[in-house]
């Protein structure tokens, strides 16, 4: 009943001319979500839900994280989150940002070349495995292991969504709207995600503007996405906050919460604990193959 009532109050937040009492009550049940809760699930043993962002340099991460502090907070716009201001800047570590007690959002650095190793660092990420520490696209076992203490004492209770941010402007090196084989590039890497954390990425594509979306949206259909959402963020140079974008913001995160109680309850027999040593062993068992790979070179 309550998953039908959210489905409902998202499907008209989508698809209507945007009323107040809208954003007001989704603002509201996200301010009262805890984990499970929107499917009453209980004694499944999360705590936290992490919104794991990903995907290209400067396609728009920090700024969405911008966007949901700003919208979820009833907040004027700030770049809190350090969305890049010229084209040099932008940013090297996992920083995570309460929206919620029960909801955080992190942020990442900017997939760049697509290598085997950025794709076993953010296995670790969604993994569970990874600090907020920077973010090295460079393989290094120990990183895994020197961090496995603090995860296993302060979060393997919390339930990591995946989000990819890809940006609908052209000329990216990973082009949403542009040829199959690039495009190809990235099943991998949502593949991983959808494989380790049970849910398929949600994806935002950010800067339409006045462009034509429905191709980025086939293309990432076709990759196999369901859940796509498509907003100018709110910037330094578009910081005014409107109905229309305040909207698409939070039925962003409601989905996210959704799809988050999906995962939990394809987990909740699991038992959390153990399933984090599995995770953790199937990580450095990943790296240790890496590591030889890269000793015969
Ligand atoms: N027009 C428009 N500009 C955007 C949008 N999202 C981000 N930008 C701009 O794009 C630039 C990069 O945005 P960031 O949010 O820093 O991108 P990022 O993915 O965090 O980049 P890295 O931290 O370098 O990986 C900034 O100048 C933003 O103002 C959007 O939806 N529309
Ligand atoms: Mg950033």
């Given at each position: 009943?309550?998953i ?14 945007v009323?107040?009492?809208i954003?007001?009550v989704l603002r509201d ?7 499970g809760s929107t499917?009453n699930l209980?004694?499944?043993?999360f705590?936290?839900v992490c919104l ?16 949901c502090l700003c ?11 350090g969305?890049?201001?010229t ?5 090297t570590?996992?920083?995570e940002?309460?929206?919620t ?6 942020d990442?650095r900017?997939?760049?070349r697509?290598?085997?190793d950025e ?7 969604f ?6 520490t ?6 290094e076992?120990?990183?895994?292991v ?6 296993w004492?302060?979060?393997c209770?919390?339930?990591i969504?995946?989000v990819?941010?890809h ?9 949403i709207?542009?040829?199959?084989n ?10 991983d ?8 990425p ?8 006045a462009?034509n ?7 990432v259909?076709e ?6 959402f498509?907003?100018?963020?709110y910037?330094?140079t578009?910081s005014?906050?409107?109905m ?14 959704q799809?988050?109680?999906r995962g ?9 604990q153990r399933e984090?040593?599995?995770q953790?062993?199937e990580?450095?068992?990943a790296?240790?193959k ?5 000793q015969?070179?």
């Amino acid at each position: 009943m309550k998953i039908l009532f959210y489905h409902n109050l998202i499907q008209q937040a989508m698809q209507s001319p945007v009323t107040k009492d809208i954003s007001g009550v989704l603002r509201d049940t996200l301010s009262s979500y805890k984990p499970g809760s929107t499917r009453n699930l209980q004694g499944h043993g999360f705590k936290r839900v992490c919104l794991q962002l990903f995907g290209p340099k400067g396609h728009g991460k920090s700024s969405l994280i911008n966007s949901c502090l700003c919208v979820v907070h009833n907040l004027p716009f700030t770049n809190d989150a350090g969305a890049g201001t010229t084209a040099e800047s932008f940013a090297t570590a996992r920083i995570e940002y309460k929206l919620t007690d029960t909801v955080y959002i992190v942020d990442n650095r900017g997939l760049n070349r697509l290598t085997k190793d950025e794709r076993l660092e953010l296995s670790a990420q969604f993994r569970n495995l990874r600090s907020t520490t920077p973010v090295d696209w460079e393989f290094e076992l120990e990183r895994t292991v020197n961090q496995l203490e603090d995860r296993w004492n302060n979060h393997c209770t919390d339930f990591i969504v995946p989000v990819f941010v890809h940006s609908v402007d052209f000329g990216s090196r990973i082009n949403i709207a542009g040829t199959v084989n690039r495009n190809t590039e990235i099943v991998p890497f949502l593949r991983d995600a959808f494989e380790i954390t049970g849910i398929f990425p949600i994806v935002v594509l950010t800067k339409i503007q006045a462009q034509n979306i429905d191709k980025a949206v086939n293309t990432v259909e076709e990759l196999g996405s369901q859940h796509i959402f498509s907003l100018d963020n709110y910037t330094t140079t578009n910081s005014v906050r409107n109905m229309e974008t305040d909207s698409k913001v939070l039925s962003f995160l409601h989905m996210c919460l959704q799809e988050a109680d999906r995962g939990i309850y394809k987990k909740q027999h699991l038992n959390i604990q153990r399933e984090f040593i599995k995770q953790a062993v199937e990580q450095i068992k990943a790296e240790m193959k890496r590591q030889k790979e890269l000793q015969k070179k």
